[in-house]
């Protein structure tokens, strides 16, 4: 039985969704090239104004004024932001104070009043993102809907997608897979080989597998992909 709440004159307005700390640059695989970044996404119809904003914690950096972000926009703050224009061919701001620790930290995205909007702490085992590990990928968030506090939530950059829905495993197909409860192999790139077997002790399904729909990845362009 479900319990019903009335609404008495009550006007029901669409929710601002607010931005996210989408993408982190944190290890490059080279690391006198100082290429890394945070990139912020605004995920909703309307246009944010970042003027007085700040990110705290791992880095520090005071949004000047007149920084908007347009509805579904990016916006790059880089620790030099010239070596990004020449490496991806994205315009950034910065630089900013501090560094992204290369072991996992505290990046907070507060308003003008200094209230919290949104906060990774991020890490470098599983279940967060691999190749972000000071293999030159950054890591992605996956979704601007999903927690972007559980590593489950991110992906190690790779090949654009320009945010389009991209299907992955295609309903019908036949696959393998296992539950992620630890590292896949180890070496723990050692799954994405052609020739890995220790695959014949995994599950075996036809897709879709566990949501009831082919297997989606909604990504946004990365500043390492859209160059």
């Known amino acids: ?52 904003w700040e990110l705290d914690g791992a880095i520090n950096f005071l949004f000047p004024a007149d920084t908007n972000i347009p509805p579904g926009g990016y916006l790059v703050i ?14 950034a701001i910065g630089p900013y104070e501090g560094g992204l620790n290369s072991e996992g930290e505290l990046l907070e995205l507060l308003n003008s009043a200094g209230t919290e909007v949104d906060r990774v702490e991020y890490g470098i085992g599983f279940p967060w993102p691999s190749r972000a590990r000071g293999e030159g990928s950054s890591m992605e968030l996956i979704n601007p809907g999903l927690d972007n506090d559980l590593g489950s939530s991110w992906r190690s950059s790779g090949v654009g997608y320009n945010g389009a829905k991209e299907v992955f495993v295609p309903e019908g197909s036949d696959w393998l897979y296992r539950k992620g409860l630890s590292e896949a192999s180890s070496p723990i790139h050692a799954w994405t080989a052609a020739d890995f077997a220790e695959d014949a002790t995994w599950l075996s399904g036809t897709a879709p597998i566990g949501r009831g729909e082919p297997c989606l990845l909604y990504t946004s362009p990365s500043p390492r992909d859209r160059g």
């Open 1 to 52: 039985m479900y319990a019903r709440l009335p609404i008495f004159g009550a006007l029901l307005l669409p929710l601002q969704a607010a931005p996210v700390i989408n993408e982190i640059h944190y290890n490059n695989d080279d690391n006198t090239v100082l290429n890394e970044f945070v990139e912020i996404h605004n995920p909703d119809s309307v246009e944010v104004d970042l003027s007085g």
């Open 78 to 91: 880089a620790e030099d932001p010239a070596t990004i224009a020449s490496e991806f061919g994205v315009s």
